[in-house]
């Protein structure tokens, strides 16, 4: 069993910042790719960043200059900190990450979602 929590969303005003943190937990061997992604109200779900074991990343262009991610490959931990935040900004953000196993395979997990409202 793997688990990926979540945690850092709530309600910040245009222009501000928040750090989103995932910790992955269970039975994992090793985690290949960790990611973030968000879903907005009416809207289907959409990569924000991606960040390899090795700390290449990529990121949409939506958030490109303004977000930041990173990992704590020791803790098992991926963190986006977002600055200069946008009403548009506001979605359910969702962790993602590609891990091995204990036993043998893999598996792309997700977790439950974080809330991010961006208004004044």
């Known amino acids: 069993q793997v688990q990926l929590v979540e945690s850092g969303g709530g309600l910040v005003q245009p222009g501000g910042s928040l750090r989103l943190s995932c910790v992955a937990s269970g039975t994992i061997f090793s985690i290949n790719d960790m990611a973030w992604y968000r879903q907005a109200p009416g809207k289907g779900r959409e990569l924000v960043a991606r960040i390899s074991s090795g700390g290449n990343t990529n990121y949409a262009d939506s958030g490109k200059g303004r977000f930041t991610i990173s990992r704590d490959n020791a803790k098992n931990t991926v963190f986006l900190r977002m600055n200069s935040l946008k009403p548009e900004d506001t979605a359910v953000y969702y962790c993602?990450?590609?891990?091995?196993?204990?036993?043998?395979?893999?598996?792309?997990?997700w977790g439950q979602g974080t809330q991010v409202t961006v208004s004044s």
């Open positions: 993602n990450a590609y891990i091995a196993n204990y036993g043998g395979g893999y598996g792309n997990y």
